[in-house]
């Protein structure tokens, strides 16, 4: 992914994903993600939940410092899966 992820941009994300076939190993890369709100998180939860729903396994990584700081600071960090996190 690139660009931002925010208000304005997740309908279209969310659209374009839901459009895709789950894959049973799906790694998002957020290293060319610029801006970001908490609707970023919305979306990587809702991409969790796709997942789960199609038991895949789904990876968050290069989680830009601005999103951390965002999940952290709603309590919700540990809950976005990361490689270092399993």
Request: aromatic residues 4%; without cysteine.
């Amino acid at each position: 992914m690139n660009g931002d992820i925010t208000i304005n941009q997740v309908e279209a994300l969310l659209a374009e994903s839901k459009a895709l076939r789950m894959p049973e190993a799906l790694e998002i890369d957020l290293a060319q993600v610029a801006e970001v709100d908490t609707f970023a998180l919305s979306l990587i939860f809702e991409w969790l939940r796709q997942a789960i729903a199609a038991k895949a396994s789904i990876n968050v990584v290069n989680v830009p410092t601005n999103l951390a700081s965002l999940a952290t600071l709603y309590g919700v960090l540990d809950l976005i899966p990361q490689p270092d996190n399993h």
